[in-house]
């Protein structure tokens, strides 16, 4: 079973498009994070959330904690978006992060 | 600069010989976690450590040892690798539980 599903698995779009990528979770959560994976395998932290909504420059995180739910927008994509972005969340039970399988995203120029 | 630090980046072994991965944080972080990465099946957690000489076992520690002697030091140890724990790993350490999570550049472990 899979603690966090994400959607799509794979997804293109043309430079200037406006991106969503879904996470639904099951499990009961402290904190949601989206990271980001390049090409070339490092990931960094875009952002971590327990409610509400974050953006950052292009960037918006939202989450609904009653629907266990969260979207990770990006507006106006550029080629350099290109990344697989990964949700992840802490379980508000145990100490441990489960992820999702990730969203490969090309944005093509 | 604020970093977590795996060495190698990459390495080819042979089933049987045993080999470390090292991980180093510089942040004072108390929570430190070793993950594998394989295509389909995402991050898988190995192990982690909530603190100096606190370990427990992920969803996926069979084959795996660590240790937590120190606070910015979380090793992995391989005793006796196969073919199966060919994989991207990644160790990340944060603040606590529950805060944001720093990722190393990741290690990729082929075993023959």
């Known amino acids: 079973k899979n603690e966090v599903e994400q959607s799509p698995q794979n997804l293109t779009a043309q430079e200037g498009e406006f991106i969503t990528i879904n996470c639904s979770y099951s499990v009961g959560i402290s904190a949601l994070h989206w990271l980001q994976q390049h090409p070339g395998g490092g990931i960094v932290s875009l952002f971590m959330?327990?409610?509400g909504k974050k953006k950052h420059g292009r960037l918006i995180a939202t989450i609904n904690i009653q629907e266990k739910h969260s979207s990770l927008h990006i507006t106006a994509s550029h080629p350099r978006d290109s990344a697989v972005y990964i949700c992840?969340?802490?379980?508000?039970?145990?100490?441990?992060?489960?992820f999702g399988t990730g969203t490969s995203l090309t944005v093509i120029p | 600069e604020a970093q977590v630090t795996q060495n190698p980046r990459y390495l080819i072994t042979v089933t049987g010989k045993k080999l470390t991965v090292t991980c180093s944080q510089n942040m004072n972080h108390e929570y430190m976690s070793w993950y594998r990465q394989d295509p389909g099946l995402g991050l898988r957690q190995i192990y982690y450590s909530m603190n100096v000489e606190v370990t427990d076992k992920g969803d996926v520690p069979e084959g795996y040892k660590v240790s937590r002697k120190e606070k910015r030091n979380f090793p992995l140890i391989l005793e006796s690798p196969s073919p199966n724990q060919t994989s991207l790993y990644f160790c990340?350490?944060?603040?606590?539980?529950?805060?944001?999570?720093?990722f190393g550049q990741g290690t990729r472990l082929t075993v023959v």
């Open positions: 959330l327990s409610s």
């Open positions: 990340a350490s944060s603040l606590e539980r529950n805060t944001e999570a720093f």
């Open positions: 992840a969340v802490w379980s508000n039970t145990g100490n441990q992060f489960y």
